[in-house]
């Protein structure tokens, strides 16, 4: 017996083409394990103990056999495949050999005519061996393995589907979730007690039958259409051409399942204003379904006799109806069907519709052809609905005729799916993002979408996962594939969603037709040509995500692992030129690794692969690192380090890991990380690491926590530089430099500063580590622009190379400060905006807040107050937000100083109060800034010598700093306050003196304003 691949049909031995739908029939493939998702349907005689007592064994054995054959048949005839026998009971699943869409009604299906057959039985038994039998069912549906030799299917739906039948009562079939969820309305259930399953922990629930539709379960059909204008004109100018001519046409509409043909069709038939329209459908099985749309279309037509038509069409007419007595060749009921259509157009035009016709038989759809090609003088348009397999089995289909169209529906448009979502959530909210994600998954098919906004009806916390309706429809159209084609596929879903010749033929050796199977591929709409991203190779893509997703899923987990490992030594090869070799390698040795380890104990050869995976990754993460795209960075760094190392702790890694997770915007992760790497550090006796990483740690703390300070900072790094220094280790030492650098950065003694980061560049340099050289370009720039150098001279050495800005983090927006205080506002804007951009587009959410603020305190030297607030406000929230306080301490104050510019004095001063709360004891600027701050709303209100002293306590803390600008903000602010308190003359002295400070940083801005402030006081 061959099993048809395609249909699942049983054919002789010896049949090249497959009697039920035409495939050729392949020889018989070797087995092969498969994920599936199938539907498992238990069924068992209860009470047989007692009937063994009652029965003689031979009887016994009679009995059981009738009840066997009634369940194998009732199996069989929904396209199941029977297992075994367990004593008395029947295992079935549906899904093997081939998946169907519809496994899981076939199952149920299955289940009540097994039960109704045996209400049949049992009166013969009555009769025979004065006994019945009483059954119990379960039916469940789940992923499974198939094609292992010791049995059918094995997975957890075995064992549920069993526990079902057990818990189900004499009569009674029961459902597990799965299966009521996948067939929704086509089946009537009511919940029963959740059955508590060993090993379990989760409950299961259980659903008793009560009734089973025959039909699918129905699509809704009833959104209003979007799109499709031009398909609709299509069908009504062949309708007009139909009815003008007088002449018959065969349209079909095709596409792929969900596409929309059904809402197409009945689009068209909703605007018809004249016409008769009959209706038949193709099943995807069942006794009699040769010609079942006929006869639906036969029933729908008036009754032959008002046509007067020939006696041996009717004869064929009703022998298709059923009548026992008649009997016709198909030939000649193909002739009488085109006859009394005919006969029925001659009085009005007719529409026959004809849907699903890939499932059509052959016989049928001979019939269709005959129609269109013999019919005359009559108005008929024979409008099909076919998925493209339809070719597979037909390839000619339609072809060569002159009355024949045939189009293909495409994916709704970005556009089209977003109108069809808002139509469907019928003006209910939806975020967005989550609308995004379903215009994305769904690729533009309706019925995903459908299927996808339904499930969030049904479930609204859940991810949007894929619905299982949508798995089922996927999974059947791969499982149904020839199996070499299927193979193609799952090689190439390997890759991802697109994948490369060169790579499916490496993984498939033996394949001898891969360019004849992947033209097949793109006929059957799987898959699309693309754009090769290696030299001398074809690409191909699928489709639809899904699909490929679908083809993988089937993979059991053991050849995906080996696969992944192929094609990752595939890619070493050929794949040399790719900028993300790294990421691309890492991921599929990570791949096949992660699955080795969830089957079970790991090799040192599979330890071996995880390292190597490791590599790549950390590889390809310390490369985003270092272009401060921290999102992709902490992404691979995180894998990275959770794969096996291969040997002691990587330190450097894992503190890359806590850089990007700071820039990323998580300060505490990052510090976690690097706390922990101290520990397991010192776990793992590596000194150097050790101190480094708790250098990194107490640096990174600085910034989240105020009562890690400077001084401690600089001890820390003071005690362990003789050891790092004497093991000669740069890249430590570079950590070391950093930490100092931060700490006098916080004391604002710029120069020293300036000194660590000359120091952090060249122990980075010689470490090979460019990121951390370029942190120290950073600062670099940071410590001329708030230390002592004159503003031109600084914005000179940035001005010599404008490249570096690109390349060096924040340079850009260090130039724009430079350029405010020389009053070039708008190129200072614009620079500023611009590196916001590039962090924002790098998802540096750290970065971002910054630039914010300081886009702030640009408008702040341009006075344009509300400006300066609104950006101070985002900064501010958005570092609050992440729990960073080392930045907000300063830029809260800042905010402040544009409220009270505004003339808020209540919020200015609950901004002071937070810098003062959150600011480390040592981060002077925020230590002087706040007292100012606090000082200028004291004055305002009247509390001149509490405000007097703040101010001066503010200038005395700014007097041993190198920070020129600050301190002299500090000596403004306290003449500010001097002059509210009515002290004009000591207020000028101040003022003289911050203006030379001004002068000699060379800001051209505040010189300024100090000056008008000295002449207005002069004035006063
Ligand atoms: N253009 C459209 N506008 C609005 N809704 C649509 C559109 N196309 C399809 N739909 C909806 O999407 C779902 C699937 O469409 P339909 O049943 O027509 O697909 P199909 O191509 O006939 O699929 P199958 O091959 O499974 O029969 C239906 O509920 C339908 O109402
Ligand atoms: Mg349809």
Redesign the pocket.
Known sequence: MTVCAACGAENREAARFCDACGATLAEAPPVREQRKTVTVLFCDVTGSTALGEQLDPESLRRVLARYFETARDAVERHGGTVEKFIGDAVMAVFGVPVVH?DDALRGVRAAAEIRDALERLNTELERDFGTTLSIRIGVTTGEVVTGTVERLATGDAVNVAARLEQAAEPGEILLGGETVRLLRDAVGVEAVEPLTLRGKRAAVPAFRLVSVDTASPP??????????ERELRLLGDAWERVRTERSCHLFT?M?????????????LLGSLSEGRVVRGRCLPYGEGITYWPVVEVLKQLPDPESFSLDSRARGALDSVLGDEQATASTDEIAWAVRKLLEAAAASEPVVCVF??V?WGEQTFLDLVEHVADLSRDAPILLLC?A?PDLLDRRPGWAGGKLNATTVL?EP?SAQ?TDA?ID?LLGGADVDEELRARIRERAEG???F??EMLGMLRDSPNEQIDVPPTIQA?LAARIDQLDPAERGVLERGSVEGRTFHVGAVQALAPDEAELPARLTALVRKELVRPDRARIAGDDAFRFRHLLIRDAAYDSLPKTTRAELHEQFAGWLEEHGTELVELDEILGYHLEQAYRYRAALGPLSTSDLRLGTRAGRRLAEAGHRALARNDTGAAVQMLERAVALPSGGPIDVQLHLALASALMGAGRPLDAVDVARRTAVAARDAGDRVGELAAGLEAANLASSVDPTVTAEELLARVAAARPELEAHADDAALAVAARAEMWAWNALAQYSRAADAAARLIAHARRAGDTRQETAGRTWLAVAECYGPTPVLDALRTLEAEPELDRVIPYRANVRATILAALGRFDEARALGQEEWRRFDELGHKLGRAILACNLGAIERLAGDWEAARASLQVGCDELDAMGEQGFLSTFVVYLGQALYELGDLDEAHACALKGRTIGAADDIITQMSWRQLQAKVLARRGEHDEAIRLAREAVSVGEPTDAVESYADAIRDLAEVLALAGRPAEAADEFRSALALYESKGNVVLSLRARQRLEALGAA
Do not use: W
């Not at 699509?219 to 499709?228: C, E, S, Y």
């Open positions: 869409e699509r809704r059909l009833d959104a209003k259409i979007v799109g499709r509409v596409g792929t399942a969900g596409v929309g043909k059904s809402r197409l069709v009945l689009e849907d699903d890939h609905m998925r529906l709704l089209e069809l139509q098919n309706p019925l979408v459908e429809l």
